[in-house]
């Protein structure tokens, strides 16, 4: 016995890695004990009961190996074994491990839950952004909703949705918010802190928190509401959930709720909240007779037992008494309300391109002397304004003109800069240039024009707010962190004195504008004990989903902008790649809000997963399907003879002169033209049939059972290839070999499966799957699994002449696609176990006939949905090319309908030699059918994947949400009737089946 | 550079000028230490566990840039500057202060015991005899609390007990401390089995509600941070404030729900036994209550009589760029 000790400095390593590492060690022949571990004492008087000797310098950050073997080779070997182990170790940490890249996530709910998202931030054009809000608020997750131009219904049921599944939408049109320390939109970088901000208006929350943070405060959180909440119709349902939030959580001591002057009703109903949740609120409303946001944070900081500083500013001295009018150039829509809010006192309604009530309406685009020589107030961030550019806070350059032709009229300049993420990265050189433009036209014509700013910015803002200030104050400008300030500064330059917002007026009007709503003096220990009550009390759950105490995880989609800042900020953050649907928006809105459709959705791919597949029997058609004499079954969508492409004609005309109701192929066509024969597709017989897929009555039928919900299926038996029927082909060879199928084939198996009993083809499905077959365009491993099941009862059956059996044998041995035959029906029973719920979006059928493509949709039932088929984009045999080729043809379509085929082409990369593309793209393409299908089935999976299972239930919403087509694995055939197959490729459904779906789904809406 | 977020319980020399020493080079984290034992700071990316004492980065993870730790080695000196570290992969810089997971005080009260009964017979702990070893420290510390005069009533204040001197003792803290010894260290992992199953019980202490049980426990482990990793006493210390990985907050929360099975997969997520060994700790605690339980409509101020004020604003650090 030999010893090995070893005292390792600084060598930490993760406990998973020092289990591999240990049992590599120990598992070495020849060792009998290995002790690796940390060298704490434990574990150190561990290795010295075990007879080992450790130096005493061994600490706890030390690792200590200690290996005992049976002589001195099998002690090197062990040592041989670690440090190969734990050189391994360190390598795996200089390499990323990659695995192969995955599909990006394509729509909202997806990347949510992927990522495991906690808030969306959405800026998609308003016709769409409710469907993808709703989206991310059925994936469980809140919602910054950038968007404008939302209609008021959709924003109260999504409010609705929202509360149902304990998410917030802030929004629409809000584009401020600061969720656990992460700043979204356009907010600033205020610090941490014990208030909450609850904001109806962006620039209104913005100087809010600035004036916080310049008081010495900070803020908790700040959540955005949108500019309609508190009116009668939204009824405040964001901001209720805000507040409750807020009273919950630990780190928030008083809440200041910023906004317009809210529905009175509305606003009785969130006081009562408020006493209710006994948290502190300060309600900042913003109107006329109301006090301005300057004001209302000094309350809220006074009833917070905070200091009330005196708020910072830098005047320009002497400040000239000016003569003129005043002219107010704003970017927030909010601070030019609180300037004319607080201006109207002294000097009367004040004209504007938003006016408050009461006062003349101007364009904001008006030039000085259409404008008169009033005073104003432009907001250039209003509509008019930002027709085709950016809003000012970004783009400045409409004011920047306007303050410079200001300089002839304006008494008094009073403007607004709004600092932070989102806005213009260095605004201040420029306003401070054409500050500086401005005040020198002025003085050529000899009088002085005072400039004033109000600068909404905190420290940690990207711009600077100190170099912002002191570039302004340069370019003679007194600046000012308060607006509501700036504006009485203005006016007092004006000779005008309006008295100071707070004290006097509010005690002359009611309580409203300030609550302390829980009693007094309880005030604070109320709010510690609801914010113990809140945690201690976690009660079901935290509100909004623990929101405001995780750390936020992003999805964004539309606002690559913000997308860039959260990045800035350590916020992981995923962007969608988004684009608009395809078909009509409202169609699909309808159909996405049915509240009918989730569970609809479920029950219908339940059922498809639970689906059963067993083969029964054999039969000839006239028996099983009842097909009379004159009647022909076709793959694919309803089809007329006029419309019928060249391999159908082909295969009509020989199943007719199969039939023995024509004795030529040419009658058989003429009769066939004069309509003398009843067509119909195989779907509308629970039937399916690859390329041309004529059915004939005394065609013999695979007959497949479901034994879950007891639907049959049905499906003809496979020719082979070359000649054959299905591609058109109907020489006496063909009509041969037809011939011995019906008299030898059919029977022959018949009896096997009759011996055999029930054949279970979904079992062959969950191994093809992972014998690199993908049930469509290869099914060697099905064919020969069947095989093997059945030839020994085709042996033993008797009652046929052994040659015949032989011949049996050797047919199906040679047709590597024999069990496509097979695995159709067997989709085909998936896809009918899901049909008519109503309400579904699944889709359960895929079908060419040559012509057309056509899809059925659960909801829908037996209607057909068509477009023209496309030709497959692929590889040609022989001398072929793609003008040789027939539009996509065959009922095969359903083995993708149902998961397999090109949904399944991660288990079969090998099949990109047929139908091109490489290796990633075949993995890439199951990856990207995930985005449009609802679910994955258990029993069959993917190795490659890691055992993931193949992408079941395509839903019709989600193609057009994505864009992404189907993607179908086809054999193609040759145009002309008769050439056979001329090569095989890669198809997609035209995108019109599927808008015409939906248009179709969203009529049967309630 | 790598836009990064700072925990709240980042080593204060994060934001100063140090060099600190690199404990560690992981595929996915790197960790480092300066100043005092229990200084670590975890350097981790987007797809690692997320120590409650540690820097994110969330702009590197599995199939995205270059790992944290390229070309880095233990012992290798790396350079820290207000909130700048300068790694070789690229320069890390905090943007934000982030708070980390908690066990909310009171979150265990009123989780059904069959929820916690299910979970406990599928756990393994790293080491055998755990599961006894922890409702002794639960006993034991109860009984210290029961019984000492000097009453922790300020929960943020249990973590600078952490720091505090030793005071005479108590036949049962005596016993408590002993107990401890035999846990702190105690596995051949980075964070000992025995650590993880005391951390668990620091957290079930809280979840219970049971501030001055877990205040003399975090007092008791407080004397042998030493005799274990650094990163491990980090941790500890970290679980006598109630900070933990979203994966254990979100097991209580799963517990709650009663979803056991949720909470099992969460838990075996995290490391080799360190799931299983935190969850053998925290479920020593609750059923052992009389009081909690699936009927009790207990009004949670009852048990927190003790006049805790959560005062969480203590011992933060927001930055400030």
């Given at each position: 016995?030999?010893?090995?000790?070893?005292?390792?400095?600084?060598?930490?390593?993760?406990?998973?890695?020092?289990?591999?590492?240990?049992?590599?060690?120990?598992?070495?022949?020849?060792?009998?004990?290995?002790?690796?571990?940390?060298?704490?004492?434990?574990?150190?008087?561990?290795?010295?009961?075990?007879?080992?000797?450790?130096?005493?310098?061994?600490?706890?950050?030390?690792?200590?190996?200690?290996?005992?073997?049976?002589?001195?080779?099998?002690?090197?070997?062990?040592?041989?074994?670690?440090?190969?182990?734990?050189?391994?170790?360190?390598?795996?940490?200089?390499?990323?491990?990659?695995?192969?890249?995955?599909?990006?996530?394509?729509?909202?709910?997806?990347?949510?839950?992927?990522?495991?998202?906690?808030?969306?931030?959405?800026?998609?054009?308003?016709?769409?952004?409710?469907?993808?809000?709703?989206?991310?608020?059925?994936?469980?997750?809140?919602?910054?909703?950038?968007?404008?131009?939302?209609?008021?219904?959709?924003?109260?049921?999504?409010?609705?949705?929202?509360?149902?599944?304990?998410?917030?939408?802030?929004?629409?049109?809000?584009?401020?918010?600061?969720?656990?320390?992460?700043?979204?939109?356009?907010?600033?970088?205020?610090?941490?802190?014990?208030f909450g901000v609850v904001a109806a208006s962006g620039t209104g929350a913005q100087q809010v928190m600035c004036l916080l943070?310049a008081a010495?405060e900070?803020?908790?959180?700040?959540?955005?509401?949108?500019?309609?909440?508190l009116?009668?119709?939204?009824?405040?349902?964001?901001a209720?959930?805000?507040?409750?939030?807020?009273?919950?959580?630990?780190?928030?001591?008083h809440v200041i709720v910023v906004s317009k002057p809210a529905d009175p009703?509305v606003l009785a109903?969130l006081k009562?909240?408020v006493?209710?949740?006994?948290?502190p609120v300060t309600w900042a409303a913003l109107g006329p007779g109301l006090p301005d946001l300057t004001t209302a944070v000094e309350e809220a900081l006074r009833s917070a037992a905070g200091a009330v500083p005196e708020w910072?500013r830098?005047?320009?001295?002497?400040?000239?008494?000016?003569?003129?009018?005043?002219?107010g150039?704003f970017?927030g829509g909010t601070l030019a309300d609180e300037a004319m809010v607080i201006a109207a006192d002294a000097l009367g309604p004040i004209?504007?391109?938003?006016?408050l009530a009461g006062a003349?309406?101007?364009?904001?685009?008006?030039?000085?002397?259409?404008?008169?020589?009033?005073?104003?107030v432009?907001?250039?961030?209003?509509?008019?304004?930002?027709?085709?550019?950016?809003?000012?806070?970004?783009?400045?350059?409409?004011?920047?003109?306007?303050?410079?032709?200001?300089?002839?009229?304006?008494?008094?300049?009073l403007?607004d800069?709004?600092?932070?993420?989102?806005?213009?990265?260095?605004?201040?050189?420029?306003?401070?240039?054409?500050?500086?433009?401005?005040?020198?036209?002025?003085?050529?014509?000899?009088?002085?024009?005072?400039?004033?700013?109000s600068?909404i910015?905190?420290?940690?803002?990207?711009?600077?707010?100190?170099?912002?200030?002191?570039?302004?104050?340069?370019?003679?400008?007194?600046?000012f962190s308060s607006n509501a300030g700036a504006v009485h500064h203005a006016l007092e330059?004006?000779?005008q004195r309006v008295a100071n917002g707070s004290g006097e007026q509010s005690a002359e009007r009611p309580a409203p504008s300030t609550g302390q709503t829980?009693?007094d003096?309880?005030g604070?220990?109320?709010?510690?004990?609801?914010?113990?009550?809140?945690?201690?009390?976690?009660?079901?759950?935290?509100?909004?989903?623990?929101?405001?105490?995780?750390?936020?995880?992003?999805?964004?989609?539309?606002?690559?902008?913000?997308?860039?800042?959260?990045?800035?900020?350590?916020?992981?953050?995923?962007?969608?790649?988004?684009?608009?649907?395809?078909?009509?928006?409202?169609?699909?809105?309808?159909?996405?809000?049915?509240?009918?459709?989730?569970?609809?959705?479920?029950?219908?791919?339940?059922?498809?997963?639970?689906?059963?597949?067993?083969?029964?029997?054999?039969?000839?058609?006239?028996?099983?399907?009842?097909?009379?004499?004159?009647?022909?079954?076709?793959?694919?969508?309803?089809?007329?003879?006029?419309?019928?492409?060249?391999?159908?004609?082909?295969?009509?005309?020989?199943?007719?002169?199969?039939?023995?109701?024509?004795?030529?192929?040419?009658?058989?066509?003429?009769?066939?033209?004069?309509?003398?024969?009843?067509?119909?597709?195989?779907?509308?017989?629970?039937?399916?049939?690859?390329?041309?897929?004529?059915?004939?009555?005394?065609?013999?039928?695979?007959?497949?059972?479901?034994?879950?919900?007891?639907?049959?299926?049905?499906?003809?038996?496979?020719?082979?290839?070359?000649?054959?029927?299905?591609?058109?082909?109907?020489?006496?060879?063909?009509?041969?070999?037809?011939?011995?199928?019906?008299?030898?084939?059919?029977?022959?198996?018949?009896?096997?499966?009759?011996?055999?009993?029930?054949?279970?083809?979904?079992?062959?499905?969950?191994?093809?799957?992972?014998?690199?077959?993908?049930?469509?365009?290869?099914?060697?491993?099905?064919?020969?699994?069947?095989?093997?099941?059945?030839?020994?009862?085709?042996?033993?059956?008797?009652?046929?002449?052994?040659?015949?059996?032989?011949?049996?044998?050797?047919?199906?041995?040679?047709?590597?696609?024999?069990?496509?035959?097979?695995?159709?029906?067997?989709?085909?029973?998936?896809?009918?176990?899901?049909?008519?719920?109503?309400?579904?979006?699944?889709?359960?059928?895929?079908?060419?006939?040559?012509?057309?493509?056509?899809?059925?949709?659960?909801?829908?039932?037996?209607?057909?949905?068509?477009?023209?088929?496309?030709?497959?984009?692929?590889?040609?045999?022989?001398?072929?090319?793609?003008?040789?080729?027939?539009?996509?043809?065959?009922?095969?379509?359903?083995?993708?309908?149902?998961?397999?085929?090109?949904?399944?082409?991660?288990?079969?990369?090998?099949?990109?030699?047929?139908?091109?593309?490489?290796?990633?793209?075949?993995?890439?393409?199951?990856?990207?059918?995930?985005?449009?299908?609802?679910?994955?089935?258990?029993?069959?999976?993917?190795?490659?994947?890691?055992?993931?299972?193949?992408?079941?239930?395509?839903?019709?919403?989600?193609?057009?949400?994505?864009?992404?087509?189907?993607?179908?694995?086809?054999?193609?055939?040759?145009?002309?009737?008769?050439?056979?197959?001329?090569?095989?490729?890669?198809?997609?459904?035209?995108?019109?089946?599927?808008?015409?779906?939906?248009?179709?789904?969203?009529?049967?809406?309630? | 550079?790598?836009?990064?977020?700072?925990?709240?319980?980042?080593?204060?020399?994060?934001?100063?000028?140090?060099?600190?020493?690199?404990?560690?080079?992981?595929?996915?984290?790197?960790?480092?230490?300066?100043?005092?034992?229990?200084?670590?700071?975890?350097?981790?990316?987007?797809?690692?566990?997320?120590?409650?004492?540690?820097?994110?980065?969330?702009?590197?993870?599995?199939?995205?840039?270059?790992?944290?730790?390229?070309?880095?080695?233990?012992?290798?000196?790396?350079?820290?500057?207000?909130?700048?570290?300068?790694?070789?992969?690229?320069?890390?810089?905090?943007?934000?202060?982030?708070?980390?997971?908690?066990?909310?005080?009171?979150?265990?009260?009123?989780?059904?015991?069959?929820?916690?009964?299910?979970?406990?017979?599928?756990?393994?702990?790293?080491?055998?005899?755990?599961?006894?070893?922890?409702?002794?420290?639960?006993?034991?510390?109860?009984?210290?609390?029961?019984?000492?005069?000097?009453?922790?009533?300020?929960?943020?204040?249990?973590?600078?007990?952490?720091?505090?001197?030793?005071?005479?003792?108590?036949?049962?803290?005596?016993?408590?401390?002993?107990?401890?010894?035999?846990?702190?260290?105690?596995?051949?992992?980075?964070?000992?089995?025995?650590?993880?199953?005391?951390?668990?019980?620091?957290?079930?202490?809280?979840?219970?509600?049971?501030?001055?049980?877990?205040?003399?426990?975090?007092?008791?482990?407080?004397?042998?941070?030493?005799?274990?990793?650094?990163?491990?006493?980090?941790?500890?210390?970290?679980?006598?404030?109630?900070?933990?990985?979203?994966?254990?907050?979100?097991?209580?929360?799963?517990?709650?729900?009663?979803?056991?099975?949720?909470?099992?997969?969460?838990?075996?997520?995290?490391?080799?036994?360190?799931?299983?060994?935190?969850?053998?700790?925290?479920?020593?605690?609750?059923?052992?209550?009389?009081?909690?339980?699936?009927?009790?409509?207990?009004?949670?101020?009852?048990?927190?009589?003790?006049?805790?004020?959560?005062?969480?604003?203590?011992?933060?650090?927001?930055?400030?760029?």
């Amino acid at each position: 016995m030999s010893d090995f000790v070893e005292v390792r400095s600084g060598a930490y390593f993760d406990s998973v890695s020092l289990m591999q590492v240990s049992q590599t060690v120990k598992g070495t022949v020849g060792i009998s004990d290995a002790l690796i571990g940390m060298g704490t004492p434990l574990n150190l008087e561990l290795m010295s009961a075990t007879g080992f000797t450790v130096s005493a310098q061994a600490g706890p950050n030390d690792l200590v190996v200690a290996l005992r073997g049976e002589d001195e080779v099998a002690l090197s070997n062990g040592r041989d074994s670690l440090d190969a182990a734990l050189s391994a170790l360190r390598s795996a940490a200089s390499h990323s491990a990659d695995l192969t890249a995955a599909s990006p996530a394509l729509t909202i709910g997806s990347a949510v839950r992927r990522a495991e998202a906690n808030l969306a931030v959405i800026s998609v054009p308003g016709e769409y952004a409710p469907m993808d809000t709703l989206d991310a608020i059925r994936a469980a997750c809140s919602v910054m909703l950038f968007s404008d131009n939302v209609d008021i219904a959709a924003e109260v049921e999504l409010k609705d949705a929202a509360a149902a599944a304990d998410v917030l939408v802030m929004g629409p049109d809000c584009g401020t918010a600061i969720v656990n320390g992460a700043a979204l939109g356009f907010a600033n970088q205020v610090r941490g802190g014990r208030f909450g901000v609850v904001a109806a208006s962006g620039t209104g929350a913005q100087q809010v928190m600035c004036l916080l943070e310049a008081a010495g405060e900070g803020v908790s959180h700040v959540l955005g509401t949108g500019g309609r909440d508190l009116s009668a119709e939204v009824g405040g349902r964001s901001a209720a959930q805000a507040l409750k939030a807020l009273a919950a959580d630990e780190s928030t001591e008083h809440v200041i709720v910023v906004s317009k002057p809210a529905d009175p009703g509305v606003l009785a109903d969130l006081k009562a909240l408020v006493t209710e949740l006994g948290v502190p609120v300060t309600w900042a409303a913003l109107g006329p007779g109301l006090p301005d946001l300057t004001t209302a944070v000094e309350e809220a900081l006074r009833s917070a037992a905070g200091a009330v500083p005196e708020w910072p500013r830098k005047l320009t001295h002497p400040a000239a008494r000016a003569s003129g009018p005043l002219r107010g150039l704003f970017c927030g829509g909010t601070l030019a309300d609180e300037a004319m809010v607080i201006a109207a006192d002294a000097l009367g309604p004040i004209p504007s391109n938003i006016p408050l009530a009461g006062a003349p309406q101007i364009s904001g685009q008006a030039r000085d002397e259409a404008g008169g020589a009033g005073h104003q107030v432009i907001d250039f961030g209003a509509d008019e304004m930002t027709q085709g550019r950016a809003h000012p806070m970004i783009d400045p350059s409409l004011r920047l003109e306007r303050i410079r032709s200001e300089a002839r009229t304006a008494g008094v300049l009073l403007l607004d800069l709004v600092l932070g993420y989102g806005s213009h990265p260095d605004p201040a050189p420029d306003v401070a240039d054409a500050i500086r433009d401005a005040r020198s036209l002025a003085s050529e014509t000899g009088r002085e024009l005072p400039v004033v700013v109000s600068v909404i910015g905190a420290a940690g803002d990207p711009q600077g707010l100190e170099h912002t200030v002191s570039t302004l104050h340069a370019a003679g400008a007194s600046v000012f962190s308060s607006n509501a300030g700036a504006v009485h500064h203005a006016l007092e330059l004006l000779g005008q004195r309006v008295a100071n917002g707070s004290g006097e007026q509010s005690a002359e009007r009611p309580a409203p504008s300030t609550g302390q709503t829980s009693g007094d003096p309880s005030g604070e220990v109320a709010a510690s004990e609801s914010a113990g009550a809140g945690s201690a009390g976690v009660v079901d759950e935290l509100p909004l989903r623990g929101l405001l105490t995780t750390e936020p995880v992003v999805v964004a989609a539309g606002v690559s902008l913000f997308a860039e800042a959260l990045a800035e900020q350590a916020v992981p953050v995923t962007e969608v790649p988004w684009q608009p649907p395809l078909g009509d928006a409202a169609a699909l809105r309808r159909v996405l809000a049915d509240p009918r459709r989730t569970e609809a959705n479920a029950t219908a791919l339940g059922r498809m997963l639970a689906a059963g597949a067993e083969l029964v029997a054999l039969r000839p058609a006239s028996e099983c399907l009842g097909l009379q004499r004159g009647e022909f079954l076709h793959a694919g969508p309803p089809l007329g003879w006029e419309r019928a492409s060249g391999p159908m004609r082909g295969a009509l005309a020989g199943a007719v002169v199969f039939e023995g109701l024509a004795e030529s192929l040419d009658e058989a066509e003429a009769k066939l033209a004069a309509g003398k024969f009843t067509l119909a597709p195989c779907h509308s017989r629970d039937t399916v049939g690859p390329m041309a897929g004529v059915v004939s009555p005394s065609m013999w039928m695979f007959e497949l059972r479901d034994p879950v919900h007891d639907n049959t299926a049905y499906c003809s038996l496979n020719e082979g290839l070359g000649k054959v029927l299905r591609y058109g082909a109907n020489n006496d060879e063909v009509l041969t070999r037809l011939q011995w199928m019906r008299e030898i084939l059919g029977p022959v198996l018949a009896a096997a499966v009759g011996a055999h009993g029930p054949v279970d083809i979904k079992a062959y499905i969950s191994q093809m799957v992972q014998m690199g077959d993908e049930g469509h365009n290869r099914n060697r491993s099905a064919t020969l699994m069947f095989l093997r099941d059945l030839t020994p009862y085709m042996v033993a059956a008797g009652g046929h002449d052994p040659k015949d059996v032989a011949e049996v044998c050797r047919f199906v041995g040679a047709n590597d696609h024999f069990a496509l035959n097979l695995v159709m029906p067997a989709c085909k029973l998936a896809t009918l176990a899901a049909k008519d719920v109503p309400g579904s979006t699944l889709v359960t059928t895929m079908a060419r006939n040559g012509t057309d493509f056509g899809i059925q949709v659960s909801g829908t039932g037996d209607a057909w949905f068509t477009g023209p088929a496309q030709v497959a984009d692929g590889l040609f045999l022989g001398s072929f090319g793609p003008e040789d080729a027939n539009p996509d043809i065959g009922d095969s379509a359903i083995t993708e309908t149902a998961g397999m085929g090109g949904f399944a082409m991660a288990a079969a990369p090998a099949i990109v030699r047929l139908v091109g593309g490489d290796v990633p793209f075949a993995l890439q393409t199951t990856r990207r059918m995930y985005e449009i299908t609802l679910g994955e089935h258990p029993m069959h999976q993917i190795p490659i994947l890691e055992f993931r299972g193949i992408p079941m239930g395509i839903d019709a919403t989600q193609v057009l949400r994505t864009g992404v087509l189907p993607q179908i694995n086809t054999g193609m055939a040759g145009r002309v009737a008769g050439v056979g197959q001329v090569g095989a490729g890669l198809v997609n459904p035209p995108a019109e089946c599927f808008t015409e779906a939906v248009q179709a789904l969203a009529e049967r809406c309630q | 550079m790598h836009p990064a977020a700072a925990s709240t319980l980042a080593p204060d020399w994060l934001h100063r000028t140090w060099e600190a020493t690199v404990l560690a080079a992981l595929p996915r984290a790197v960790y480092l230490h300066a100043g005092a034992w229990t200084d670590v700071l975890c350097i981790l990316d987007a797809d690692a566990l997320r120590l409650p004492n540690s820097v994110l980065v969330p702009s590197v993870g599995i199939g995205r840039g270059e790992p944290l730790a390229l070309g880095l080695r233990a012992g290798d000196r790396v350079k820290v500057d207000a909130g700048r570290i300068d790694l070789p992969s690229g320069v890390v810089e905090c943007r934000r202060t982030f708070r980390p997971a908690a066990i909310a005080l009171g979150v265990g009260l009123g989780i059904d015991p069959t929820a916690l009964g299910e979970l406990a017979q599928r756990l393994k702990p790293g080491l055998p005899g755990m599961t006894a070893a922890a409702h002794e420290v639960v006993a034991a510390a109860s009984e210290v609390a029961a019984t000492s005069e000097v009453a922790t009533e300020d929960m943020a204040g249990a973590a600078g007990v952490i720091a505090a001197e030793d005071k005479a003792a108590t036949a049962g803290e005596l016993e408590l401390r002993r107990l401890i010894g035999e846990l702190v260290g105690c596995g051949p992992g980075l964070t000992p089995t025995g650590d993880d199953v005391l951390a668990g019980v620091l957290l079930g202490l809280r979840a219970a509600g049971l501030v001055r049980a877990a205040a003399a426990l975090a007092d008791a482990i407080a004397a042998r941070l030493r005799k274990t990793t650094s990163l491990s006493a980090a941790l500890l210390q970290a679980a006598a404030g109630g900070w933990c990985i979203p994966e254990v907050r979100d097991a209580c929360f799963s517990l709650r729900a009663g979803n056991p099975d949720d909470s099992f997969a969460l838990l075996s997520r995290i490391g080799h036994s360190s799931g299983h060994d935190l969850a053998t700790g925290f479920l020593a605690v609750l059923p052992q209550n009389p009081q909690l339980g699936a009927h009790t409509h207990l009004h949670p101020g009852a048990l927190l009589a003790e006049a805790i004020n959560l005062t969480t604003h203590t011992n933060e650090r927001t930055l400030h760029v």
